[in-house]
């Protein structure tokens, strides 16, 4: 159960692609929306997206786009200006699809959750999404109570460098008190494991199909999913010989922090 002495106080969530999969029905589509409304022929299809990608947050990955893949696009004098202008209309039509119920939390998520709030664990999110894409997310999946389960909420612009970088991952363990060995992460991205495992923070994965072949080495545990009793979860890797397992439980979680 303990690491030392540390015990497991606390468990950090990524967003995107961990509590839910966000990416292909609902951030780009949203992306498209705005450029669509702000006349623009930009369209970004699933296969162009997932190579998109790489480049974490909305505005960057706008800001990437006009750089690599459109250079007959003619830059206005007030470039970033355009950039912010789309990136809270693409927040806009986010937040309305995730209001109309377009998303819902991956397999496992919501039964996590809820034990590791029976348990006295705290809960925290650490990711690149804007602060109103999680507030939304979260009231639409978990009910208006949802983002109280959670004792911070890190997100977006609040620390200058997005994910590979561990900024918000020390952001978030400064704000809840604890050290990373405390803690557990969870991502669904090489991106993201880079920035927890930086921050010193064991993690488990779950895989999307966006980001199914990356590299995970450094993870404690990779699976598809979390799991649930009725849909179990295949463990891909696991830094500890472990038999049987078919979804991710806070037994499994703190033999994983103490020993993997
Ligand atoms: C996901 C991201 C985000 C979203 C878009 O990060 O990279 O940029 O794709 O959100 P994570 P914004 O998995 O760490 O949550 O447009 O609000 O940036
Ligand atoms: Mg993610």
């Given at each position: 159960?303990?690491?030392?002495?540390?015990?497991?106080?606390?468990?950090?969530?990524?967003?995107?692609?961990t509590l839910a999969d966000t990416e292909r029905d609902g951030h780009r589509v949203a992306f498209n929306r705005a450029f669509a409304e702000a006349g623009l022929d930009w369209q970004w299809d699933p296969a162009l997206y997932g190579r998109l990608l790489a480049v974490t947050g909305g505005k960057e990955r706008i800001r990437h786009y006009v750089e690599h893949y459109r250079p007959d696009f003619r830059k206005p004098h007030h470039f970033d200006e355009l950039v912010a202008q789309l990136h809270a209309a693409k927040t806009r039509h986010y937040t309305a699809m995730l209001r109309e119920g377009a998303v819902r939390l991956r397999p496992g998520v919501g039964r996590l959750l809820e034990e590791a709030r029976s348990r006295g664990l705290k809960l925290a999110i650490a990711t690149t999404t804007t602060p109103?894409?999680?507030?939304?997310?979260l009231a639409a999946t978990l009910g208006p109570q949802g983002a109280a389960w959670f004792a911070e909420i890190g997100a977006g612009d609040v620390v200058p460098a997005k994910k590979p970088a561990p900024?918000?991952?020390?952001?978030v363990l400064a704000r809840l008190g604890l050290p990373a060995a405390a803690c557990l992460a969870f991502?669904?991205?090489?991106?993201?494991?880079?920035?927890?495992?930086t921050a010193g923070l064991k993690t488990v994965v779950t895989v999307n199909d966006y980001t199914r072949d990356?590299?995970?080495r450094g993870a404690v545990i990779v699976l598809d999913h979390f799991g649930e009793p009725d849909y179990p979860a295949h463990v891909l890797a696991c830094a500890l010989p472990l038999n049987g397992v078919e979804h991710v439980d806070l037994t499994?979680?703190?033999r994983l922090h103490a020993d993997a």
């Open positions: 159960m303990t690491r030392g002495k540390t015990r497991l106080q606390a468990l950090i969530f990524d967003v995107d692609g109103d894409n999680v507030m939304a997310l900024d918000i991952y020390h952001y991502e669904d991205s090489e991106n993201g494991l880079r920035a927890a495992r990356q590299n995970y499994l979680l703190e």
